[in-house]
Structures are given as C-alpha cells and as structure tokens.
C-alpha cells in the first residue's frame, strides 16, 4: 500500500503526506479477495444482504463501517473451513494464529482454485472454492447476527474491533478502564499501514498496533512529529502517563522537540533529580 501511495503522488511526498500515510486504513488484501467473494455470493440469495455491504465498500478499514467487521468474519471462516479438514484442534488455532505463514500462500490457493486444499475431505462431494466461500459466508452471517444483532445497518467494525490498554502488572479490562489507558474502537487491520492485528483465536481485539509513529524532516533540526500509545512517563498516576493517548487514537501529531530554544518554549514541567549531599 505504501507503495501505491507513492507511485501515486503527483510530486514529491512532504511530511504532511507522509503523516496521512501513517493513518492509511485501505485494505488492499480485501481489494483482492472482494472480487472471488462476490462471485461466490451472487449465486446465493442468502448471501446477498452481505454481497451488497461489500460491494458498496470503499475498501478503508473503518471504525464507523459494517463492511470491514463483513470481510474479516468471512475472512476467518474462510480459512477455518479451507484448513480443518487438514488441521484439528489446537495446531489449526495455533497454524492461523501466525498470519505470516499461510495467508499470501492462502490467496494464491484461492485465485487457483487448488481443489486438493479446497475440497473438504469430510463430505463425499468435491468442493470447490466457491462451495467454501458460500459456507464461509452462512457461518459469518450467523455469527454476525448472533454477535451484533439481526440489522446489518448497527453493524460496525469499531464495535468488534477494540484497543485495550491495561497496565502490565494489572491485566484485563476493569483494570483498563480504571488504571490504564481504557477501551477504544480502532480503524484499521492486519492488512493496512494503520495496523490492527488481531489473533484468529481473539477476534477481534487489536494485539499489535502502530508502537509509534514517527515522521522526521531532515530539515527541521528542531522537532519530529510524533506521537504513540502513552505518555512522556511511565508513572502510573503521573499526569503525564497518557499524555500521547488521545492525539494517537485520532491520529493528531504531536512533537519530541530537540533544539535547547524549542525545549524551553514548550516546557510545562520540570523534574530535577539531584544526588544527595
């Protein structure tokens, strides 16, 4: 995706852009996927409500949207059903809980449509990989439903995708509302610039995210722009423990200042640590 960005741009990328690129939430491996979905789905009428969300995606990984929170339950189905009747229990958990291994391998299968990993060796009949797509998307639309309710219009991504910022020493999510960093909606995924990865055995909590984000012009020896997922200290009731939280989550940049004027310009508090007498 970085790539295209840039092939993209009509003259050369400031800092600005580079910022927006930091935030980009388009779902390229959706893009890619979305085409064999719809294929699959047109010949089955139940299916068609989640045809219909996907084809009007605008393919950004958006908190607000049902479609991503569509494409990633369908996602997971998909690949449950390609691998089960190969893997079982905790080694087919454990093999697609490491994204890396399988998916570009996966998609390949798909756009061949490799009948020896596509047809269920659990069935006398010879599936095809649109026969496990359709499957695939029944068992999202139950889970869909069960999950979120039976209006697809009350979907959202951000409602199942979900930023958990607990203290390492008090795990969980009462202590995160209480001690950490709380419980948010994220934009984003495994397959965006803005990431969001979650395990396929946790849907769909975030699990690796953007550590920080950092864009540095060579030019300007005063300050980067920057920010990341807590504060200038790690105090846990230090008023400057989350000072980065709030502009990360809505991609607001924010400084490290360099140069001795721009520190004192923007200084707010100082702590002085001094050896005793």
Known sequence: RLTEIMDGAATPMTTADHW???LDIKNLLAERLRPLLLAAFAQD?????LAQTLRNWDLRDDQSLAAPLVFQSVLRQLALETFADDLSGTLLIDYLDESYYWQERFMALLESDDSHWFDDQRTVQLESSDD???RAGHQALAELQQDFGADSARWSWGEAHRIVFSHPFFPGELAARWLGGGI???DGSGATLRRGVYLFSQPYESRIVDSIRMIID???SEKVETHYPGGSSERLFDPW????LNAWLSGEKRYLWFSEAAMREHTSQQLILSPPN
């Open 20 to 22: 927006r690129a930091n």
């Open 218 to 220: 060579l030019s300007d």
């Open 184 to 186: 948010h909606p994220q």
């Open 241 to 244: 423990n989350k000072n980065f």
């Open 45 to 49: 009428p139940a299916l068609a409500e």
């Open 132 to 134: 496990i797509i359709r």
